[in-house]
Each structure stands twice: as C-alpha cells, then as structure tokens.
C-alpha cells in the first residue's frame, strides 16, 4: 500500500491490484431516554471522559442496524429495555482529523424503568429533570440535549407548529445551516458573500448560544426561510435582537413571513426581553414591507416593545 493522491486526498492504494483504503466516517448511536419528562444520564467509566456524564452512546456493529445498535447499547449501560420513539437527529464528530464520525439520536420510552441500573461503561446512572442536568462531555450530547429541552419548551408553548401551507415550524438544526446561509445571500448586504464570510457565519450558528434560529420546512423537507435571534442581558433587562428574517421568493406572500416574526415575537417575550429590535437597513423592500405591517416603528434600528 502507498499513499496515493486521488480525488484531491492521499489515500492509501494498492500498487498491484489498485485496491483503495477508504477512510469514511465511523457511525455511533446515542438515546434519550425519556421517563415522567427526565432523561437517563450516564457516567462514564472509561476513557474518553472517564467519570463524566453523556447520553447512553456506543458504536454500531457491522452485524446491526442503527435501532438494533440503541437498543442494545441502553440494555448494557442503563438496563432499559427500550421501545424507539423516532430518529430525533444526526450530527457530526469530532471536528478534526484524525478522523470524523457519525452519531445517530433516538428518542426512546424505557419498558421496565424498575430495573435502571449502571452496566457496561458505566460508573452510574440516574434520571435528571432538565433543572438537574450535570454538565454533559460531548458536544454533540449536548447539542441534542438542549435540541430536546426546546422541544419540551415549545410543545408546552403550542411553538412547534404548522405554518402556512402544512409547513412545519422548528429550531434550526445542524443540517439546516448550509440551506440557513444559502438563504441568507437572498439579504442585499449579503449578496456578494464570500467563503471568509460564509465560515464566520457557520462559526457563529455552530457555537454562538445567544443565537436562535427557526426554519421553515415545506413538506418535502425543504427549508423555505427562516428567522434568527440573538439576546444579550444588559444591566437593566434583556434585548432581543431579530439578526435576520428571510423567506425564498417561491414562498413569500403565503403568510410565512408574518408566522416566522410571530414565533420571534412569542421566543423574545418567553426569553423575558423587553424589546425586539431590527436593522432595518439591511433588509430587502419586501422584508421592510413585512416589518412596517407587523408593527416596527419608521427608524433605522426599529423596535417593538413586548413589556
């Protein structure tokens, strides 16, 4: 085998027959457990992060499918015998080389919550309401956690709804943000976007938590628009900032805009924010035409007052 450049990438080949070692992503499996509104937690008791706590997690064999893999994966740590409620997300691992992988969330209901124990990998175990959640190790854990509390927060809300036309309101995922960016170049100022700009902005949805974006999805899973949110706390109060509403032309007029402001408007006064501002000077005559109806005032930088 030698290193061989092929495809843009060194792979290792073999020089008599041709054979190519691919290096693909390794996949891995996680469960949310979810009993009386609380989560199953683990302690590690191996290495990576030995000690810490994380989601019942574990690699797929070759021999078993990715519900296989769950199931058996919480009967070794927890106990729990499972029935797999829905696929709840897929993210990305790490970030760098060596090399990437793949974990695949379920959300699960335990069968026999009696006999949660700590096993395999596990120092311990133990149900946390979301207020008694420790500080989880992986990132991608986390992620998914938070994804799960908003869930919660939003069925309680009546947030998770459908928008005009059968399309489903949601928290933007992961997986959405390419399509986030690619509507983003619909705003004038960012019309010329380059790859620095588009990096600072997949930076910023990956990692800034003062930001909140919601997609709009159509019924072939299709993202049609969005809205993003930024809060900051000042001394007196918090702000809501609306960093950007924006809806593929396709879909404007259906009352898409309005239901992505109005979802803004309810996570701003849910978040305790006394103000919802805008930039109106970046936006598009059709995005000031939505702000003017939905009550901003006639300024540069707009607000509504919420309380």
């Known amino acids: 085998m030698r290193l061989s450049e092929l495809d843009g990438r060194f792979r290792w080949q073999c020089q008599s027959c041709g054979y190519i070692q691919y290096e693909n992503p390794v996949p891995g499996v996680g469960i949310l457990i979810e009993h009386d509104d609380k989560l199953v937690l683990v302690q590690r008791?191996?290495?990576?992060?030995?000690?810490?706590?994380a989601l019942p997690s574990g690699?797929?064999?070759?021999?078993?499918?990715?519900?296989?893999?769950?199931?058996?994966?919480?009967?070794?740590?927890?106990?729990l015998r499972l029935e797999l409620v829905e696929l709840f997300g897929v993210y990305s691992f790490p970030e760098g080389p060596p090399r990437s992988g793949l974990i695949i969330f379920y959300r699960a209901h335990p069968l026999n919550i009696e006999e949660l124990r700590a096993g395999d990998d596990a120092r311990a175990v133990r149900l946390f309401a979301p207020d008694e959640f420790p500080d989880i190790c992986f990132r991608t854990h986390r992620e998914v956690i938070t994804r799960w509390q908003e869930m919660r927060m939003l069925t309680a809300l009546g947030l998770h709804e459908q928008g005009p036309s059968g399309m489903l309101i949601r928290r933007a995922q992961p997986a959405d943000y390419p399509a986030v960016i690619e509507l983003m170049k619909l705003i004038p100022a960012e019309a010329d976007m380059d790859a620095t700009r588009r990096d600072y902005m997949l930076d910023e949805l990956r990692n800034n938590t003062n930001l909140e974006v919601w997609v709009a999805e159509s019924e072939g899973h299709t993202v049609t628009g969005f809205c993003a949110l930024s809060f900051a706390k000042?001394?007196?109060?918090?702000?809501?900032?609306?960093?950007?509403?924006?809806?593929?032309?396709?879909?404007?007029?259906?009352?898409?805009?309005?239901?992505?402001?109005?979802?803004?408007?309810?996570?701003?006064?849910?978040?305790?924010?006394?103000?919802?501002?805008v930039d109106s000077s970046r936006g598009s005559p059709s995005a000031l035409d939505l702000y003017r109806a939905v009550g901003f005032d006639a300024e540069e930088i707009e607000r509504i007052k919420i309380r």
């Open 45 to 53: 008791d191996r290495p990576p992060r030995e000690g810490e706590w």
């Open 59 to 79: 690699f797929i064999e070759s021999d078993e499918s990715v519900e296989q893999a769950a199931v058996r994966e919480a009967l070794e740590e927890t106990g």
């Open 234 to 277: 000042t001394l007196t109060d918090m702000r809501a900032w609306l960093d950007a509403l924006v809806v593929e032309p396709d879909y404007r007029r259906r009352g898409l805009g309005r239901t992505l402001f109005e979802l803004a408007l309810r996570r701003s006064r849910a978040r305790g924010a006394a103000q919802l501002l």
